[in-house]
């Protein structure tokens, strides 16, 4: 009889799924692995059983009813795509999540009865939040608000700066400043961290003195000031249009020998640029190759859109050329915006130039100078005439070649 014995002893644990030969002319011989004992909450899609009846001290409580086979379409769908290597307590509760309805009662009393059946560890917690927000379900954040609460959560000061993020993310600021303050009564100390949070949460729905005030608190903790607060507040002056007061902080900062994220230098750079302060923005400008960061052609066009807002065409072409120098190639947003200085001061002739100088270096007008061009020229009423000019242009250049 194959492999019916081990070391000359044979095995004599039953195990009634585990034949390991087919003769039915033999006694079939049993491998003795003890089965596993799942509790009854943990069964597939299909069973119909009531699993579990659980109540508080209130006498309120979760009826736990394992999913049954004429759930809809989508839940099945759902519930399939569960990830494989997720745990079995855990699929549990998604399933119920899957499937939940108000008739059933509250998420809360759910989660509750989930807590209290089956014990689950922080990483379970975390798995099931991590599913949640992957499929965007509309109960995630009353999950992630009772994990909180929950001992097996073992809830960290970092758990609070998530939910304020999301909170921020969402604009449910008053939401985020209960939190911090449910956060407090626990016991928990807000540090560097949880306030730089919430001075950005603040500065990008534009509230910038709520920003200030949690800025200031920073300073307060008597600790030195991180790159990351640094740059919430710069954000939070940027967005309440006082560029200059970000600079005074960007200043600050060198001062310190903090470098701040090009991001930063590159939103300073555009808020100077938009409302023509030329002098700001080359001052910024010059700011960020003195802190190491290598220029792109997109900061190179908010150099040159500046001037061309202040009215100073001649800079513009100037700062255009430079760039041109440094081996950048222009954006066809940089060129429109030469060539909208040009037309601020009526000099077609400088536009023609500066298109031929183009043409003759192989760079190509886009749709957005054209588009430029073309409405200065209906303007002019001179559109064929430039026409001719450029394609005479262009064949002279052709011949020389």
Known sequence: MMATYCYNQPFNFYYPKCSITNDVSKKPVYFGFRKRCFDSVLVGVGTEEVVKDVKDENGKGFKWIEVRKDITKEQKQAISELPFGMANRCKALMRQIICFSAEKGSIYDLLKTWVRIMKPTRADW???LKEL???GHPVYLEVAKHALLEESFETSIRDYTK???YYGK?????DAENLLTLMKQRGFFCDQVILT???HIYSKAGHHDRAKEYFEEIKLLGEPLDKRSYGSMIMAYIRAGRPEEGESLLQEMEAHEICAGSEVYKALLRAYSMIGNAEGAQRVFDAIQLAGITPDDKMCSLVVNAYVVAGQSQEALTAFEN????GIKPTDKC???VLVAFENESKINSALEFLIDLERDGIMVGEEASTVLAKWFRKLGVVEEVELV??????NHHQIN
Do not use: P
Not at 170 to 174: C, G, K, M, Q, S
Not at 323 to 326: G, I, L, N
């Open 170 to 174: 969402h604009n449910l600021l008053e």
């Open 163 to 165: 939910m304020i993020h």
């Open 126 to 128: 975390l798995s099931v």
């Open 390 to 395: 450029l394609r005479d242009f262009a064949t």
């Open 335 to 337: 060129i429109a915006s």
């Open 197 to 199: 949070t919430m001075v």
């Open 133 to 135: 927000s992957t499929m």
């Open 323 to 326: 760039t041109r120098k440094a």
